[in-house]
């Protein structure tokens, strides 16, 4: 488990590289309803991006994880790997993707 305060970084996914960057820390919702982590994750060199929504990480208490978080490398490359399953083609051109997985990424 390969965890970082960095905000940036890469991982390496199947020999290729892929940048990811933080684009929102959890947040508070309306109703008393939280959004997780968002990551972008984008292939080194190609424009198109998919945002990868992550749930909003629980003590076990039942109340939400007010720290700021720390990203799992590990997670950010099962994230890779899903958003990719799913039908996001880093090469192509278009719109940003989001994608929601599970605290692991898948």
């Known amino acids: ?8 970084g890469t991982v390496e996914v199947d020999g290729e ?4 960057e933080i684009r929102r820390q959890p947040r508070p919702l309306p ?8 990551l972008s ?6 424009p198109r991006e998919a945002v990868v929504l992550f749930p909003m990480p629980m ?5 939400p994880d007010m ?14 790997a899903s958003s990719i399953e799913a039908g996001w083609n880093p090469t192509s051109r278009g719109k940003a993707m989001v994608f929601e997985v599970d605290a692991e990424g898948r």
């Not at 109703?31 to 968002?38: A, N």
């Not at 994750?41 to 190609?46: A, T, V």
């Open 17 to 20: 590289t892929y940048e990811w």
């Open 31 to 38: 109703g008393g309803k939280w959004d997780g982590m968002g």
């Open 59 to 63: 003590r076990p208490n039942g109340r």
């Open 41 to 46: 994750l984008r292939l080194k060199g190609f």
């Open 67 to 80: 720290e700021k978080q720390r990203v799992d490398l590990d997670h950010v490359r099962n994230a890779v």
């Open 1 to 8: 488990m390969e965890q970082t305060r960095e905000t940036s």
